[in-house]
């Protein structure tokens, strides 16, 4: 269980639970169509840095990725049915003030997330990022 003091104790278990659910599915869903095994790699880092929860996410992607919106769009036959995990995700990082940015580089997808903790942590309705809060690249 991913503790309070990392995500922020405003931040229900719902919440933190569906993110970190979704950008593993997203990453392990997209390594497994890799043919070489050793191609099947995610790296994780989630830390503290001052008062926010930074999350880098990389996962091995030899296709190339498109785009909408800032989130990747599904490659699935079923749109009906699919393509709802990034929008989730985006979903509940403004609803806690914070800022997620998805793209490509190269062979690489790359997600980075971040969360106000603490005092800085809470929710906001609508809100796209909070003031003060470290740039992503």
Avoid: W
């Avoid at 790296?43 to 999350?55: D, G, I």
């Amino acid at each position: 269980e991913m503790t309070s003091s990392l995500v922020g104790s405003e931040m229900c278990i719902r919440d933190r639970s569906s993110l970190f659910a979704n950008a593993l599915d997203n990453a392990i869903e997209s390594v497994m169509r890799e043919m070489q095994a050793e191609k099947r790699v995610i790296k994780l880092n989630a830390s503290k840095k001052r008062a926010y929860l930074s999350v880098h996410l990389e996962n091995y992607c030899s296709e190339k990725v498109r785009f909408k919106d800032g989130l990747p769009v599904s490659g699935k036959a079923d749109k009906l049915n699919h393509g709802f995990g990034a929008k989730s995700m985006r979903y509940i990082v403004e609803k806690y003030g914070g800022a997620m940015v998805m793209r490509q580089e190269g062979c690489l997808v790359v997600l980075d997330i971040i969360l106000p903790m603490g005092e800085s942590a809470g929710v906001t309705e609508g809100a796209a990022g909070g003031e003060g809060m470290p740039a992503l690249t």
